[in-house]
């Protein structure tokens, strides 16, 4: 079966809302609920605008997804200064093809480090999650936070460092500057 990796595009709200809905879905059974949950396509729509989500598209359609949200995007709380991925999905008729760790390697390699230079990404999940925290720490994430989502869902914060020598520069540079701050001096 041929497939791509691509930027979702405001075309592809709609079957995007509907593979998230359907992956999600398991997890209200555990009582885990996620923003996405209960998202409309028109929420799903004005993430595409403001972040940036890949999909992997099989002959099947949208089969896989992931979601990237930046420190400038707007409204959002931001626990760290290296980008979030979120909304990872895989359709169900395509679990276990390898087209999850795809989409992830995808994301995290030749988008965040090769292209925008990303010394490290983070993400959130349930720590009630039967299997997933367990996975990212396959994939080489570590927990570094723990909060509780609005949905009152207990969360596990995860980062996992990309690029080894930019993050420890990074580590050991002062934090960025708002703009506010950076008015004050001029």
């Not at 359907?22 to 609920?33: F, G, Q, V």
């Not at 008729?93 to 760790?101: E, F, I, L, N």
């Amino acid at each position: 079966m041929s497939h791509r990796i691509r930027l979702a595009n405001e075309s592809d709200a709609a079957p995007l809302h509907s593979l998230l809905q359907k992956a999600y879905a398991p997890l209200l059974e555990h009582n885990i609920h996620f923003t996405i949950t209960r998202a409309s396509v028109e929420d799903v729509r004005e993430v595409i605008r403001s972040e940036t989500t890949y999909v992997l598209e099989t002959d099947a359609g949208l089969t896989a997804t992931l979601t990237t949200r930046f420190q400038w995007t707007p409204a959002k709380n931001h626990l760290a200064p290296w980008p979030f991925v979120h909304w990872f999905a895989v359709a169900e008729h395509a679990k276990g093809q390898g087209y999850g760790r795809e989409i992830i390697r995808y994301v995290e390699e030749t988008f965040l480090r090769d292209t925008l230079k990303s010394p490290a990404v983070y993400l959130a999940t349930a720590i009630e999650h039967p299997w997933l925290t367990s996975l990212y720490q396959r994939r080489g994430y570590e927990p570094f936070h723990t909060a509780t989502n609005p949905l009152g869902v207990q969360l596990v914060y995860l980062r996992k460092i990309l690029d080894q020598h930019a993050f420890d520069v990074q580590e050991n540079k002062p934090a960025v500057r708002s703009l506010n701050e950076l008015r004050a001096l001029a």
